[in-house]
T-cell receptor
């Protein structure tokens, strides 16, 4: 399968712990996006990379959230000092070099903070 | 924040019937996209319509865009049980921003 892959698929953590998620985009895509989706809602944009440069960050991305894409390939999203409100599905997507085209989504990482 | 709203929030129809979903958005856009989400396959891109287009077809899908009313519709013809899913419209704003802004979605159930 050469689609977008995310790891882990599920994560349960205690409040206050740090968690890190990984996303491997489609190899020829240089744009990579992170979204968060809660139950009954559409995905909400968090941040976007073009190659290794983080070009956009949503106001939703608090100081506890950090994303990296060090070599312009895979990306990580870290949440520090998790809170129950961080419980959500975290989706990664990638798209080709041409701007403003369709995005290809991974299956997501479901985070539960207890 | 959500860009707009899909209407209806939920829709249940018989297999073989047509399903129409509407989407409204708030700001100027570069393009509007429709995605489908079900538990088995995650979010899947269905169709993209650019701001200078008014109608687009792809298989059993027909999308219209009215930029003066900031609205779009998605028509699925001859529905199948496999079309049961949540459908989201998503917009790319005009200007330099590149992240998608999604609505809350329409949950479509196709009754066999």
């Amino acid at each position: 399968d050469t689609g977008v892959s995310q790891d882990p698929r599920h994560k349960i953590t205690k409040r206050g712990q740090n968690v890190t998620f990984r996303c491997d985009p489609i190899s020829e895509h240089n744009r990579l996006y992170w979204y968060r989706q809660t139950l009954g809602q559409g995905p909400e944009f968090l941040t976007y990379f073009q190659n290794e440069a983080q070009l956009e960050k949503s106001r939703l991305l608090s100081d506890r959230f950090s994303a990296e894409r060090p070599k312009g390939s895979f990306s990580t999203l870290e949440i520090q000092r998790t809170e129950q409100g961080d419980s959500a599905m975290y989706l990664c997507a990638s798209s080709p070099a041409s701007p403003k085209t369709e995005a290809f989504f991974g299956q997501g990482t479901r985070l539960t903070v207890v | 924040s959500q860009q707009g709203e899909e209407d209806p929030q939920a829709l249940s129809i018989q297999e073989g019937e047509n399903a129409t979903m509407n989407c409204s958005y708030k700001t100027s856009i570069n393009n509007l996209q429709w995605y489908r989400q079900n538990s088995g396959r995650g979010l899947v891109h269905l169709i993209l319509i650019r701001s200078n287009e008014r109608e687009k077809h792809s298989g059993r899908l027909r999308v219209t865009l009215d930029t003066s009313k900031k609205s779009s519709s998605l028509l699925i013809t001859a529905s199948r049980a496999a079309d049961t899913a949540s459908y989201f419209c998503a917009t790319i704003p005009g200007g330099g921003a590149d992240g998608l802004t999604f609505g809350k979605g329409t949950h479509l159930i196709i009754q066999p």
